[in-house]
């Protein structure tokens, strides 16, 4: 259904760490730095046929979260929604919500960790037992 998800950043090197370090606990490669037409940073990362990137806002304004939103990373065991969590906390995001662990979901039980990024956005690590 996506292409791609972008969110915006007021420090890109912090959110290349960040996201390195986080995306990598899913097997995703180190993003790739790109510059936009209009001088503006940006890095992709590319997993699977989609890709995720962070950029600095083309419009010169700081970068906001969206409140309500939230980006989802599919993770391929229990373990792994821990490992997301335990990486994202230790390069600068911050746990919300419930602790991560499972939680019943309209289908049955999910195992759910959620943080935010050092701009505040919110990441919900989720594996969906088959």
């Given at each position: 259904m996506f292409s791609h998800v972008m969110v915006g950043t007021n420090d890109i090197e912090k959110s290349?760490?960040?996201y390195d370090a986080v995306l990598g606990v899913l097997g995703v490669p180190e993003g790739i730095r790109n510059t936009a037409g209009?001088?503006?940073q940006r890095v992709f990362?590319?997993?699977?046929?989609?890709s995720f990137a962070v950029t600095q806002p083309i419009n010169n304004e700081p970068a906001t979260c969206a409140n309500?939103?939230?980006i989802?990373?599919?993770?391929?065991?229990?373990e792994q929604v821990q490992q997301?969590?335990?990486v994202a906390v230790a390069h600068g995001g911050t746990s919300i919500e419930s602790p991560p662990g499972p939680r019943q979901g309209p289908t049955g039980v999910l195992h759910l960790a959620y943080?935010?990024?050092p701009d505040g956005n919110?990441?919900?690590?989720?594996?969906?037992?088959k």
């Amino acid at each position: 259904m996506f292409s791609h998800v972008m969110v915006g950043t007021n420090d890109i090197e912090k959110s290349k760490r960040f996201y390195d370090a986080v995306l990598g606990v899913l097997g995703v490669p180190e993003g790739i730095r790109n510059t936009a037409g209009s001088g503006h940073q940006r890095v992709f990362y590319r997993h699977e046929g989609v890709s995720f990137a962070v950029t600095q806002p083309i419009n010169n304004e700081p970068a906001t979260c969206a409140n309500g939103s939230t980006i989802g990373f599919k993770c391929q065991s229990p373990e792994q929604v821990q490992q997301f969590h335990d990486v994202a906390v230790a390069h600068g995001g911050t746990s919300i919500e419930s602790p991560p662990g499972p939680r019943q979901g309209p289908t049955g039980v999910l195992h759910l960790a959620y943080v935010r990024d050092p701009d505040g956005n919110k990441l919900c690590a989720l594996h969906r037992p088959k």
